[in-house]
C-alpha cells in the first residue's frame, strides 16, 4: 500500500505561482510511476504531468512551459511547481502513484483556484 498526501493548494492571482507537494508513504520502492491529474467542476480528471523512476517526464500541452515536476527521493515527496497560472488551470489536483503490475494509489485532491 501507498498512501499519498497533497498540499499546498490554495487562490491565486493570475500570473501567479505555487507549487503543490505529495508525501507518499507505504510501499514507495514498488511505485514506479508519479503523476498529477486535475478535476475542473463537470470535466473529466486529466493528467497534468508525471515522472517515472527513471525520469522521463511528460507534461500536457496545455501546461508545458509553465509547469514543473520533480522528485525528492530523499524526502519522499513529489513536487509540482506551477507558473504563470491561468484561471483555467483552476482544478481540484489529486497525487497518483503506479506500480508495474497496475496498482494505483491516490491522494485527497487538493484545491487550486486561480482568479483572473
Known amino acids: 500500500q501507498v498512501q499519498l498526501v497533497e498540499s499546498g493548494g490554495g487562490l491565486v492571482q493570475a500570473g501567479g505561482s505555487l507549487r503543490l507537494s505529495c508525501a507518499a508513504s507505504?510501499?514507495?520502492?514498488?511505485?514506479?510511476?508519479w503523476g498529477w491529474y486535475r478535476q475542473a467542476p463537470g470535466k473529466q480528471r486529466e493528467l497534468v504531468a508525471s515522472?517515472?523512476?527513471?525520469?522521463?517526464?511528460n507534461y500536457a500541452d496545455s501546461v508545458k512551459g509553465r509547469f514543473a515536476i520533480s522528485r525528492d527521493n530523499a524526502e519522499k515527496t513529489v513536487y509540482l511547481l506551477m507558473s504563470a497560472l491561468k484561471p483555467e488551470d483552476t482544478a481540484v489536483y489529486y497525487c497518483?502513484?503506479?506500480?508495474?503490475?497496475?496498482?494505483?494509489?491516490w491522494g485527497q485532491g487538493t484545491q487550486v483556484t486561480i482568479s483572473s
Open positions: 507505504g510501499s514507495i520502492s514498488s511505485v514506479t510511476l
Open positions: 497518483g502513484a503506479w506500480t508495474p503490475w497496475g496498482s494505483a494509489y
Open positions: 515522472v517515472s523512476s527513471r525520469g522521463n517526464m
